[in-house]
């Protein structure tokens, strides 16, 4: 899967997200949008309702399936789930 493919699945799944978040909440679809930390747009259930709609879309998609719940990336912002791009590149790197 290339980095594309998995960018095009974070954006629906921002799409998703974003249709429960108030206006001046949502998220932008870039590479440089923050998920997790400072400056990012989302509180802790917002995020976990993105990454699980993701989890379900890398499922569904490429029948691949993540834990990115884990404690360890959900507590660093400096991790996996800091920015679309992290976590693209996250990905890209476990499907190898």
């Known amino acids: 899967m290339e980095q594309i493919d998995i960018l095009t699945l974070i ?8 249709r429960q ?15 997790l930390g400072d400056g990012s747009q989302l509180d802790s259930l917002s995020l976990i309702t993105f990454v699980v709609a993701f989890e379900e879309a890398l499922e569904q998609t490429h029948g691949a399936r993540y834990n990115l719940l884990d404690e360890g990336f ?9 920015s679309v791009r992290t976590l693209a590149t996250f990905v890209e790197q476990m499907r190898g």
């Open 11 to 18: 954006y629906a799944s921002i799409d998703e997200t974003n």
């Open 21 to 35: 978040l108030p206006v001046d909440g949502r998220l932008e679809k870039s590479p440089d949008t923050l998920l």
């Open 74 to 82: 959900l507590g660093n912002p400096e991790g996996p789930l800091k």
